[in-house]
Nanobody, 115 residues
Framework: VQLQASGGGLVQYGGSARLSCVAS????????MGWFRQAPGKQRELVADIIKHHVATYADSVKGRFAIFRDTAENAVYLQMNDLRPEDSAVYYCHAVSWSGISSWGQGTLVTVSS
């Protein structure tokens, strides 16, 4: 599956942004969808993950501020980010794992939070 991420940009401290990731096929065939991020000089880390028909999981650093949700009609997964902080600045990557175990990555979208 191909993933197209969008929605990054420059955001003020305490502001909000929504990232979108549209899949090239029905997400009914995708078991696990999530968002990772990678800041300069740091390893890529899981931000949020949602498994079909299960609750979402979040990194401790974003709990209570970020929300991930799937939209089957749009074949998309979204990441709503609120109360953004400079430490949230990173390239955000959409990720998907199909029921057959095939892993796919989106191209990444840059989020910069100004202090």
């Amino acid at each position: 599956v191909q993933l197209q991420a969008s929605g990054g940009g420059l955001v003020q401290y305490g502001g909000s942004a929504r990232l979108s990731c549209v899949a090239s096929e029905s997400i009914e065939s995708i078991n696990d969808m999530g968002w990772f991020r990678q800041a300069p000089g740091k390893q890529r880390e899981l931000v949020a993950d949602i498994i079909k028909h299960h609750v979402a999981t979040y990194a401790d650093s974003v709990k209570g501020r970020f929300a991930i949700f799937r939209d089957t009609a749009e074949n998309a997964v979204y990441l709503q980010m609120n109360d953004l902080r400079p430490e949230d600045s990173a390239v955000y990557y959409c990720h998907a794992v199909s029921w057959s175990g095939i892993s796919s990555w989106g191209q990444g979208t840059l989020v910069t939070v100004s202090s």
